[in-house]
């Protein structure tokens, strides 16, 4: 664990699952950019996590091992939270995985890899909430506290990297509803439902490809990371009276 030298003691907590990740960051970035203290969650770039950590606007962000498909390791990771923090205001379950599989070939979508996506897409995110429930239920944040599920438009659209990940963003929403309902009125339970990003790794896609994609969007281009990071801190701090939605971040592309 890496911490930013000041204490942030008073300052409200988010923990951010896949911190690092191509969203992670400038959701990162934008929390604490809104005056949250971060608990930038990682599972193996632990070194990116501290320097992130370390570059993060604002005081007492640390780093914290917070791997989504091992719930003992959520456990300890809610328990170090509580004793460093004493609180957890806001949860985003930014952790994702896939892999681009073309939708027909079904024998290259085994099992292990249907698993695998499942895994930690739906049942990490929910092990994530699991954990850290009793901390984000003593939140005192206008509206109380708050999950963030990062979606997909492919819960809508079927069209994604694979059959799988596309699947697995329709139970996330749907998760989404389940525990906006279960944990009202001291939590509420929003899925951030981006189109295409243009992060690093779309960057590295080919660019006709993406090209196609951005043509067939209505707004004629994809998400800058930080609309989606915007989005997060809206629903965090602007929109106290909504829980168990879906917000769109997509350029309106189902709409195509
Ligand atoms: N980028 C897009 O265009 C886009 C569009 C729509 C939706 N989304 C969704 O937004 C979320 C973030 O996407 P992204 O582009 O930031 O993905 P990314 O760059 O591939 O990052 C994935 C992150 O998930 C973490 N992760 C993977 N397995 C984990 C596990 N078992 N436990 C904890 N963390 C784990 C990784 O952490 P480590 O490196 O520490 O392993 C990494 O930080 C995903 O759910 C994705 O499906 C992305």
Redesign the pocket.
């Known amino acids: 664990m890496a911490g930013s030298g000041a204490t942030g003691a008073a300052l409200p907590v988010a923990l951010v699952?896949?911190?690092?990740?191509?969203?992670?960051v400038p959701i990162c970035s934008a929390l604490a950019s809104a005056g949250f203290r971060i608990a930038v969650?990682?599972?193996?770039?632990a070194t990116?996590?501290a320097k992130l950590a370390a570059e993060l606007p604002g005081t007492g962000h640390f780093a914290l091992v917070?791997?989504?498909?091992d719930s003992d390791a959520l456990s300890a990771m809610a328990a170090e939270l509580a004793r460093r923090c004493q609180r957890c205001d806001v949860l985003v379950n930014?952790?994702?995985?896939?892999r681009f599989v073309p939708h027909g070939d079904l024998e290259q979508l085994d099992d292990a890899l249907f698993d695998a996506i499942f895994a930690?897409?739906v049942r990490?995110a929910f092990a994530a909430v699991r954990a850290l429930k009793p901390l984000l239920e003593r939140s005192e944040l206008p509206g109380g506290g708050v999950v963030i599920n990062?979606?997909?438009?492919?819960a809508l659209t079927a069209m994604g990297s694979n059959v799988a990940?596309c699947a697995s963003?329709a139970a996330l929403d749907n998760m989404s509803r389940s525990l906006a309902r279960a944990l009202a009125p001291r939590i509420r339970v929003v899925s951030v439902?981006?189109?295409?990003?243009d992060?690093p790794?779309?960057k590295s896609l080919d660019q006709a490809w993406r090209d196609e994609q951005a043509a067939r969007t209505p707004l004629r281009r994809l998400?800058l990371p930080a609309e989606v990071a915007r989005a997060v801190v809206a629903a965090v701090t602007q929109l106290t009276f909504t829980t168990g939605a879906v917000i769109a971040v997509d350029g309106g592309r189902p709409l195509s």
């Open positions: 699952a896949g911190a690092t990740g191509g969203l992670g969650g990682y599972h193996r770039s990116a996590a917070a791997p989504v498909t930014a952790a994702g995985t896939t930690v897409n990490g990062l979606s997909s438009i492919a990940y963003k439902s981006p189109g295409l990003v992060t790794f779309v998400a």
